[in-house]
C-alpha cells in the first residue's frame, strides 16, 4: 500500500504563501495603526469652526489659559452694560456632573473672581445674573476638552 506524497517545505523554510500572509498581516496592522495615529492627532487638536457672520450681540466664550490650575478662568467675552457696569463671560473645564451636551459658564461682575455666578447650562437655556441675560445657541464639545467652547447670545436684562 502506498500513501500519498505529500509536499513539504525544507526545515526552517516556511512556504512562499506563508511568507505572503505574514507579510500582508504585518502591513495590514501597520496600516491600521498608522491611520489611528493620524485620526486621534488630527480630532485631538480640532477647533469649532468659525463663529462666521452673526449680530454683534452673539459671542463664542472658550476656555482662557489653564482651567486646572488654581488661578480662576478670566473671561473671554465682556459686556458692557448702560451704566457703565462691566460683566464678563467665562468657560471653564468639564465637571463630573454635566451631560455631553452641557458646558459650564460663569458671568462675572466687574472683573471681581469672587462675583462669578456657575450655571451648568445647555443649547436652548437662559440665564440672567449682574443685569446680563445670556442665552445659549450652542455647545461645542470637542474632543480636547480645552478647546470647548460656547456660543451664545448676550444682551442686558429688561
Known amino acids: 500500500m502506498t500513501?500519498?506524497?505529500?509536499?513539504?517545505?525544507?526545515?526552517?523554510?516556511?512556504?512562499?504563501?506563508?511568507r505572503w500572509i505574514v507579510l500582508g498581516v504585518a502591513l495590514g496592522l501597520l496600516a491600521?495603526?498608522?491611520?489611528?495615529?493620524?485620526?486621534?492627532?488630527?480630532?485631538?487638536n480640532r477647533m469649532?469652526?468659525?463663529?462666521?457672520?452673526?449680530?454683534?450681540?452673539?459671542h463664542r466664550i472658550v476656555i482662557a489659559g489653564h482651567a486646572t490650575?488654581?488661578?480662576?478662568?478670566?473671561?473671554?467675552?465682556?459686556i458692557a452694560l448702560p451704566d457703565g457696569t462691566k460683566v464678563?463671560?467665562?468657560?471653564?473645564?468639564?465637571s463630573d456632573t454635566e451631560r455631553?451636551?452641557?458646558?459650564?459658564i460663569g458671568i462675572r461682575r466687574n472683573g471681581d473672581s469672587s462675583?462669578?455666578?456657575?450655571h451648568e447650562v445647555a443649547p436652548g437655556d437662559v440665564v440672567t445674573d449682574y443685569g446680563v441675560m445670556v442665552k445659549?445657541?450652542?455647545?461645542?464639545?470637542?474632543?480636547?476638552?480645552?478647546?470647548n467652547a460656547v456660543d451664545v447670545k448676550a444682551d442686558p436684562a429688561s
Open 3 to 18: 500513501t500519498p506524497a505529500t509536499v513539504v517545505a525544507a526545515p526552517g523554510r516556511p512556504s512562499h504563501r506563508r
Open 88 to 94: 464678563g463671560l467665562l468657560l471653564t473645564g468639564p
Open 136 to 147: 445659549v445657541l450652542k455647545v461645542w464639545k470637542m474632543p480636547d476638552w480645552a478647546n
Open 115 to 118: 462675583q462669578t455666578q456657575w
Open 32 to 44: 491600521a495603526i498608522g491611520i489611528t495615529i493620524a485620526v486621534l492627532v488630527r480630532n485631538h
Open 100 to 104: 455631553s451636551d452641557q458646558a459650564r
Open 69 to 78: 490650575s488654581s488661578i480662576p478662568p478670566a473671561p473671554t467675552v465682556t
Open 48 to 58: 469649532p469652526p468659525p463663529l462666521g457672520s452673526h449680530a454683534s450681540d452673539v
